[in-house]
């Protein structure tokens, strides 16, 4: 595997890492997903071979039994896993550890990591009706003695009909709100008054399943609490903000993905006597795809980097989310310009590509979610 660009900024460790998993997302995962996203089908034997890799306990710490990867060192291999299919990487790595290690107690994360290293899947459950307003949500979560009943439901919750713990959030005081009225919790799969509904018909990231959740008197002991009562929604914000530069990567991977199919056909095809790329509206716009491409990649380790150094900074994540988002959107845009009618049709990669890549604008917030808080953290 030849080295790249920015490898002076990685470790020998990383870059070994990451050429194991461009090996496996190139020679297997791109090639199978591609005829799995059709169907919306995830590739379970797949998913089994990344397993064993180990992949899915990237963000699991070692004294848990998983791999305890840094932020940075995730974010290579989650780029790298979905330049093969990034529906895949988000099947794959999940919501990962992130919930507990921010708020989790020993015994739950004891709890998660070894269903996790069993193989389990851990989803996260925010959104519902009220979508990016997700402080106003509806679920409710009532106090019987040391139980809660919940009630109420969930929308477009990634893994969500294979996952076997969902973090959730319900309102326990609706007086409160956003500000002590919120509580998350640890939602085990085979609850009752827990029922999962079919998985969406979506337009990319089609290798892994988005659902609704419902929750009908649905009973939770007080030890499946995440954190305290009452703070839920500073809990999912520190989810998000953790998550974020490494949702961002996966954007990173699908323009990288773009960029290299577009680069390949650029010098293959000759039109008016020479290769597209020698005429200057498509080199250029080839070197336009590159500059924002590395742009969003060092924005996501830089964003990475700060997490791992102790330093919370939304500014730096929601930018890195915003930008790889829209990145991904304008070069895989760009390359089915590039590829012209190829560009179009079905036979070519890239218009999967791009179908994948708007994914990156809209979750995890939207990209005006992004900037609101980022004007908020340059104005407030
Ligand atoms: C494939 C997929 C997977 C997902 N996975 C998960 C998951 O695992 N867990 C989870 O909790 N959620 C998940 N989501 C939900 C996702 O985070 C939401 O769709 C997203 O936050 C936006 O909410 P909404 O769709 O209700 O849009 P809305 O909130 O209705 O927004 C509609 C439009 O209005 C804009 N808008 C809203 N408010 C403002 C404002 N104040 N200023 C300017 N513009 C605004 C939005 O940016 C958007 O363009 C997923 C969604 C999809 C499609």
Same mark, same amino acid.
């Given at each position: 595997?030849?080295? @790249?660009?920015?490898?002076?900024?990685?470790?020998?460790?990383?870059?070994?890492?990451?050429?194991?998993?461009?090996?496996? /997302?190139?020679?297997?995962?791109?090639?199978?997903?591609?005829?799995?996203?059709?169907?919306?089908?995830?590739?379970?034997?797949?998913?089994?071979?990344?397993?064993?890799?180990?992949? %899915?306990?990237?963000?699991?710490?070692?004294?848990?039994?998983?791999?305890?990867?840094?932020?940075? &060192?995730?974010?290579?291999?989650?780029?790298?896993?979905?330049?093969?299919?990034?529906?895949?990487? &988000?099947?794959?790595?999940?919501?990962?550890?992130?919930?507990?290690?921010?708020?989790?107690?020993?015994?739950?994360?004891?709890?998660?990591?070894?269903? =996790?290293?069993?193989?389990?899947?851990? /989803?996260?459950?925010?959104?519902? &009706?009220?979508?990016?307003?997700?402080?106003?949500?509806?679920?409710? /979560?009532?106090?019987?003695?040391?139980?809660?009943?919940?009630?109420?439901?969930?929308?477009?919750?990634?893994?969500?009909?294979?996952?076997?713990?969902?973090?959730?959030?319900?309102?326990?005081?609706?007086?409160?709100?956003?500000?002590?009225?919120?509580?998350?919790?640890?939602?085990?799969?085979?609850?009752?008054?827990?029922?999962?509904?079919?998985?969406?018909?979506? =337009?990319?990231?089609?290798?892994?399943?988005?659902?609704?959740?419902?929750?009908?008197?649905?009973?939770?002991?007080?030890?499946? =609490?995440?954190?305290?009562?009452?703070?839920?929604?500073?809990?999912?914000?520190?989810?998000?903000?953790?998550?974020?530069?490494?949702?961002?990567?996966?954007?990173?991977?699908?323009?990288?993905?773009?960029?290299?199919?577009?680069?390949?056909?650029?010098?293959? @095809?000759?039109?008016?006597?020479?290769?597209?790329?020698? %005429?200057?509206?498509?080199?250029?716009?080839?070197?336009?795809?590159?500059? @924002?491409?590395?742009?969003?990649?060092? =924005?996501?380790?830089?964003?990475?980097?700060?997490?791992?150094?102790?330093?919370?900074?939304?500014?730096?994540?929601?930018?890195?989310?915003? !930008? /790889?988002?829209?990145?991904?959107? !304008?070069?895989?845009?760009?390359?089915?310009?590039?590829?012209?009618?190829?560009?179009?049709?079905?036979?070519?990669?890239?218009?999967?590509?791009?179908?994948?890549?708007?994914?990156?604008?809209?979750?995890?917030?939207?990209?005006?979610?992004?900037?609101?808080?980022?004007?908020?953290?340059?104005? %407030?």
């Amino acid at each position: 595997m030849s080295m @790249r660009d920015y490898d002076f900024m990685l470790t020998e460790d990383q870059i070994d890492l990451r050429n194991l998993v461009a090996d496996f /997302a190139q020679n297997q995962v791109k090639p199978i997903c591609r005829e799995a996203e059709k169907t919306a089908t995830v590739p379970e034997d797949l998913v089994k071979t990344a397993y064993e890799m180990g992949l %899915h306990l990237v963000t699991v710490p070692e004294e848990y039994g998983g791999l305890g990867l840094d932020c940075i &060192s995730y974010a290579v291999v989650r780029e790298e896993l979905a330049r093969g299919d990034s529906g895949f990487a &988000s099947r794959v790595f999940g919501f990962g550890f992130e919930p507990l290690k921010l708020a989790g107690t020993e015994e739950q994360k004891k709890w998660a990591a070894d269903l =996790m290293v069993q193989g389990g899947v851990l /989803a996260f459950g925010l959104t519902e &009706s009220t979508g990016s307003d997700a402080g106003s949500m509806k679920t409710t /979560a009532r106090k019987v003695g040391d139980d809660y009943v919940i009630n109420g439901g969930k929308t477009f919750i990634t893994n969500g009909d294979c996952a076997d713990i969902i973090t959730i959030f319900a309102v326990t005081d609706k007086e409160k709100g956003t500000k002590g009225g919120i509580t998350a919790f640890l939602l085990p799969k085979d609850t009752p008054g827990f029922t999962v509904g079919e998985h969406e018909d979506k =337009m990319g990231i089609r290798c892994v399943h988005t659902n609704s959740l419902f929750f009908d008197e649905m009973v939770l002991n007080k030890k499946y =609490m995440l954190g305290e009562e009452g703070q839920g929604y500073k809990i999912a914000m520190q989810i998000l903000d953790n998550s974020r530069p490494c949702t961002a990567a996966s954007a990173v991977g699908v323009a990288q993905a773009a960029l290299d199919e577009a680069v390949a056909y650029a010098k293959d @095809r000759v039109v008016f006597g020479k290769a597209i790329w020698k %005429h200057e509206g498509i080199g250029f716009l080839l070197a336009d795809m590159e500059m @924002r491409t590395q742009a969003a990649r060092q =924005m996501v380790w830089g964003a990475c980097k700060c997490a791992d150094a102790g330093i919370v900074n939304k500014k730096l994540v929601c930018s890195a989310k915003c !930008y /790889a988002g829209d990145t991904a959107m !304008y070069v895989t845009q760009n390359a089915v310009q590039v590829l012209g009618g190829n560009g179009y049709s079905r036979e070519y990669p890239v218009e999967k590509l791009m179908r994948d890549a708007k994914i990156y604008q809209i979750f995890e917030g939207t990209n005006q979610i992004q900037r609101m808080i980022i004007s908020g953290q340059l104005c %407030h």
